[in-house]
């Protein structure tokens, strides 16, 4: 069965730097989404992006944050001069569609761990 | 804003019970509501999707239903396996269908 693709698996990185978190999601979806988790904590909606744009985002979605999908299979998610704050498990997913009947599919996530 | 609140917050039944995990959200206007597996250290893995025009949905020994009016979801399991220890969350989409508000979910363990 497709799978949504998540790479790296865990990041380290150092407070202030920027990481590219990496997704394939499933190739003839068209919606595409990150999510993360911080540890204990819900699940949050972080942007949802369809037909090359951003088509909602929450309000954690800010300048520091960008998505991006540079060419037709990948999905980026772009964290600039990252805060401790930053570390979760970040969630890639995608849909074939939009709305009533259109179930996600996650990926497996990156740990990103900003120290 | 859409709240998701899952109760319990973990439950320890014995191999082969049937058990119930309940979800209930705020606001009654959902595209849909989805059910997913979380084992640890890895992703979301979908279970069941109910439209909001319906009432339940089946697959296997999982049985979904919802109550959109009353804002209230449950997740039956049949005859309880030790393979279906994981935390269970219940998620609700808005009328945008964009994005899903997740509850806290329900660590669930099955002994042997």
């Known amino acids: 069965e497709p799978e949504v693709t998540q790479t790296p698996s865990h990041q380290v990185t150092q407070m202030g730097q920027e990481v590219i978190l990496r997704c394939v999601p499933i190739s003839n979806h068209l919606y595409f989404y990150w999510y993360r988790q911080i540890l204990g904590q819900k699940v949050e909606f972080l942007v949802s992006?369809?037909?090359?744009?951003?088509?909602?985002k929450s309000e954690i979605f800010d300048d520091q944050f960008s998505v991006e999908r540079p060419d037709g299979s990948n999905f980026t998610l772009k964290i600039r001069s990252t805060k401790l704050e930053d570390s979760a498990m970040y969630f890639c997913?995608?849909?074939?569609?939009?709305?009533?009947?259109?179930?996600?599919?996650f990926g497996n996530g990156t740990r990103l761990t900003v120290t | 804003k859409q709240e998701v609140t899952q109760i319990p917050a973990a439950l320890s039944v014995p191999e082969g019970e049937n058990l119930v995990l309940n979800c209930s959200f705020t606001?009654?206007?959902?595209?849909?509501l989805q059910w997913f597996r979380q084992d640890p250290g890895k992703g979301l893995t979908s279970l069941l999707l109910?439209?909001?025009?319906?009432r339940e949905q089946t697959s296997g020994r999982l049985n979904a239903s919802l109550d959109k009016s009353s804002g209230r979801s449950t997740l039956y399991i049949a005859a309880s396996q030790p393979g279906d220890s994981a935390t269970y969350l219940c998620a609700v989409t808005t009328n945008t269908g964009n994005q899903f508000y997740f509850g806290t979910g329900t660590s669930l363990t099955v002994i042997p």
């Open positions: 997913a995608s849909s074939p569609r939009q709305g009533i009947n259109s179930p996600l599919h």
């Open positions: 606001d009654s206007a959902i595209y849909n």
């Open positions: 109910i439209q909001s025009s319906q």
């Open positions: 992006f369809y037909n090359n744009e951003i088509s909602e």
